[in-house]
């Protein structure tokens, strides 16, 4: 059974960085994808980007341009860099890994991203 865990989350002023790193305990052939996705307090849960095994990536039209998602098929392990954040960033961030052959994946506990107004 797969396990997920994220870390990188933090303090940090506007238009300031931070790299998430999300980690699974799973060979890269057997994974399809895997998602960043966010939740503010208030707000329902959102996703922020993913990326396919192959490569292919997709990110919402809110982060476009700030955020990047990469991985390293090697460690089985996704990053999401996030640069010139904003308070609107502010969310607990959680990693989501779909397996080959399902259709919901698993989750990770989820990092708290804060950005200082």
């Known amino acids: 059974q797969v396990q997920v865990v994220e870390s990188g989350g933090g303090l940090v002023q506007t238009g300031g960085s931070l790299r998430l790193s999300c980690a699974a305990s799973e060979s890269t052939s057997n994974i399809n994808s895997i998602g960043w996705h966010r939740q503010a307090p208030g707000k329902q849960r959102e996703l922020v980007a993913g990326i396919s095994m192959a490569g292919i990536s997709n990110y919402a039209d809110s982060v476009k341009g700030r955020f990047t998602i990469s991985r390293e098929s090697a460690k089985n392990r996704v990053y999401l860099q996030m640069n010139s954040l904003k308070p609107e960033d502010t969310a607990v961030y959680y990693c989501?890994?779909?397996?080959?052959?399902?259709?919901?994946?698993?989750w990770g506990q989820g990092t708290q991203v804060t950005v200082s107004s």
């Open positions: 989501n890994v779909v397996l080959r052959g399902k259709i919901f994946g698993v």
